[in-house]
């Protein structure tokens, strides 16, 4: 069974920088699986979002509201995801959570299994 857990969210202050770590166990991308890691973000009274993620090819996709300020990047031996924060600011305060899409394909069938971590919070100060 696969389980995400995030970790590296904390207090910073706005301009500082922080990297949150995603470690998968159960091995989610196996050779005959692909799909995405994604890092979601859901701040009080709002909608959760998709911030970034990045595919098993290694493509990443950002939202404009970090683009140039973010990165996702994945160390597929470990089965870990990575999103550095830098130049945070206020409007980045949320509960971050790490997601794994992945499509599983055998000759008898093809599904798609979704993963999720329980959060971590991340608070920007001023």
């Known amino acids: 069974q696969v389980q995400l857990v995030e970790s590296g969210g904390g207090l910073v202050q706005a301009g500082k920088s922080l990297r949150l770590v995603c470690t998968a166990s159960?091995?989610?991308?196996?050779?005959?699986?692909?799909?995405?890691y994604r890092w979601y973000r859901q701040a009080p009274g709002k909608q959760r979002e998709l911030v970034a993620g990045i595919s098993t090819a290694g493509i990443p996709n950002y939202d404009d509201s970090v683009k140039g300020r973010f990165t996702i990047s994945t160390d597929n031996a470990k089965n870990t995801v990575y999103l550095q924060m830098n130049h945070l600011k206020l409007e980045d305060t949320a509960v971050y959570y790490c997601?794994?899409?992945?499509?599983?394909?055998?000759?008898?069938?093809?599904?798609?299994?979704?993963?999720w971590g329980q959060g971590t919070q991340v608070t920007v100060s001023s």
């Open positions: 997601n794994a899409e992945v499509i599983v394909h055998t000759i008898e069938r093809t599904v798609r299994r979704d993963y």
């Open positions: 159960g091995t989610p991308f196996r050779p005959n699986a692909e799909g995405w």
